[in-house]
């Protein structure tokens, strides 16, 4: 009776007979059927038990049914609309939306602007600076984030977010916060053999070129003078 039934694409009841890392399987009534993690919800599933309970009865979808090996895949998550189907009309390049980070990688942060719909952050993306070394300086899981909306690719279900877009450029302000002539203070980044790199604020640094170094030593590195790491006081010329 149950064999009739099995049609891919139809509805079935069943009851959560056990939980195991990748997946539940759902008592059918004569057979039991596997509901995949990855088939459980749109949204990101750490482990079944988050989405479903032992003994709990479930509505679910035929996805798949092997009669000679009496295997059936079953899926909860169809039963819905996929989120995606919405996202190019809800989602277009310049917006700005709040997410929570859920993932991060050494190229960036994934975050979950709705349940199934997800978006990365580029590591690139994440700060006007460009000596960021790993995501996790900037962001922590389960942080909620406001980044702005870069590209949206529907068909590949991907989302490209910025973090700093939603920041202001600290070069953009430059000129009217540190006017020539003006003293400011910063602290030695680098030393080349032509200057040393000074770092005035988070994504901004100066140039302190050898022949600016002294008045009176004919300096040939500028490690005759600073070291790296050390806090001064410098003019700005241009």
Do not use: C
């Not at 479903?52 to 895949?73: I, T």
């Amino acid at each position: 009776e149950l064999e009739q039934r099995l049609v891919e694409g139809g509805e079935l009841a069943g009851r959560v007979k056990n939980l195991t890392d990748y997946g539940v399987f759902v008592d059918l009534g004569g057979m039991d059927g596997l509901l995949h993690i990855t088939d459980l919800s749109w949204g990101r599933v750490g482990h079944p038990s988050e989405v479903v309970q032992v003994g709990q009865e479930l509505k679910v979808k035929v996805l798949k049914y092997d009669p000679e090996k009496g295997r059936v895949s079953l899926g909860l998550k169809q039963l819905s609309p996929d989120p995606w189907e919405r996202v190019p009309s809800t989602y277009h390049v310049g917006d700005r939306r709040t997410g929570r980070v859920v993932g991060i990688v050494d190229y960036g942060a994934f975050v979950e602007l709705e349940p199934g719909v997800e978006g990365l952050i580029h590591i690139s993306e994440m700060t006007w600076s460009k000596r960021l070394k790993h995501p996790s300086r900037m962001v922590n899981l389960d942080d909620e984030v406001q980044v702005a909306v870069l590209e949206v690719n529907a068909a590949q279900r991907r989302i490209s977010l910025s973090l700093k877009k939603t920041l202001a450029d600290p070069w953009t302000t430059l000129a009217q916060r540190y006017a020539v002539g003006s003293t400011v203070q910063g602290r030695v980044r680098n030393l080349t053999d032509f200057g040393a790199f000074v770092e005035v604020e988070e994504g901004v640094d100066g140039l302190i070129h050898l022949s600016n170094l002294s008045w009176t030593k004919n300096v040939k590195h500028p490690s005759e003078v600073l070291r790296k790491g050390q806090r001064i006081e410098a003019v700005v010329l241009n």
